[in-house]
């Protein structure tokens, strides 16, 4: 395990996280990038949970999104760039959850000293849409990047509704864009 991986895995267990690394880490000497990461999962998870209970104003203060941030939505559809999320916008996605519980599981961290990226699976319970509240599990990855002002700005996020998997069928019926 490269000291990097270990400083990762070492951060993600300071954070109380479990991950299947732990057992085969070892200590580092990259305590900067270590406390980057830990930093990183729990503003993630504190982010998240405001924005689960439609707190956008916490959400974005923890959470901010780099200028070319790109959203890979867990709905499909048009990935949306950062000039997307107007301020009109962003208080759409306020209104677009509520009374949420969030949980993240990390199973997988990369770090560099500029890039962190985040490999989870979110689990909420969550009124969504209008929907009434109900569980959903995410595949999530996260990509975080250290601007040139030094502050880590969220650039990139990927999440998907098959943490339950699915069938090749359905994949199939999803991939050629027909109704399930």
Request: charged letters at 20%; aromatic letters at 6%.
């Amino acid at each position: 395990m490269t000291p990097t991986r270990r400083a990762v895995v070492l951060a993600a267990a300071g954070a109380g996280l479990a991950l299947p690394q732990l057992a085969q880490a070892a200590a580092s000497g990259n305590a900067d990038l270590t406390e980057t990461v830990a930093e990183l999962i729990r503003t993630s998870d504190e982010g998240n949970a405001a924005l689960m209970r439609g707190d956008i104003g916490t959400y974005t203060k923890l959470v901010p999104l780099a200028d070319d941030f790109l959203l890979m939505s867990p709905f499909g559809g048009r990935p949306s760039p950062a000039s997307d999320y107007t301020p009109e916008r962003l208080e759409e996605m306020g209104r677009f959850f509520r009374n949420g519980t969030f949980s993240q599981e990390v199973l997988q961290t990369y770090a560099t000293n500029d890039m962190v990226v985040l490999v989870t699976i979110e689990r909420t319970h969550v009124e969504v849409g209008g929907l009434p509240g109900q569980d959903w599990a995410l595949r999530v990855t996260l990509v975080y990047r250290r601007d040139k002002d030094g502050a880590w700005r969220l650039a990139h996020r990927h999440a998907d509704p098959l943490a339950h998997g699915i069938s090749v069928k359905q994949a199939a019926v999803l991939g050629r864009g027909e109704a399930a």
